[in-house]
């Protein structure tokens, strides 16, 4: 378990102390701070960021509802998805390591395609085209997105 201590003061300006049990060192980031910004992004990747972890609690994922065949990496990555028309099957903001589910409920035989950076086993696209519920698991690259799908659950 790691502790996090922050430190403020009147300027504005603040200290973030990790402290690792597990290395017995302190790590401190230092980051500028004004009212009303937001910091998304850092310069630097601190050295604590590269440490093995074990998570002691659960860990998952959110899931969005996303109809539209369409599934924005940058937002989830497990998706719930019931059409209400034909589509492609198509991975957004595509990022290396990601993988997750897509719950896909196909009420009424939609076509279902798939997107050129979406890669899909032979007779996958007619097996999730028919009526039902299928789970879908995927992989990305960081190029290609590697889809595979269950047969009919429901």
Do not use: H, W
Request: with cysteine.
């Amino acid at each position: 378990m790691s502790y996090i201590t922050v430190q403020g003061n009147a300027s504005g300006s603040g200290i973030i102390t990790v402290t690792s049990p597990n290395t017995n060192s302190n790590y401190t980031v230092t980051l500028p701070a004004e009212t009303g910004t937001v910091i998304t992004s850092a310069s630097t990747t601190a050295a604590f960021l590269n440490a093995l972890e074990t998570f002691t609690a659960s860990q998952r994922g959110t899931v969005t509802t996303d109809n539209d065949l369409s599934f924005d990496m940058n937002v989830t990555n497990n998706f719930k998805c019931t059409p209400s028309a034909g589509g492609a099957l198509t991975f957004t903001n595509i990022t290396a390591g990601q993988s997750g589910f897509i719950l896909l409920i196909n009420g009424s035989n939609y076509s279902i395609t798939a997107a050129a950076t979406t890669k899909v086993a032979t007779g996958a696209l007619t097996t999730i085209s028919a009526t039902g519920t299928y789970l879908l698991s995927y992989f990305s690259d960081g190029t290609n997105v590697y889809v595979v799908n269950s047969g009919a659950l429901a």
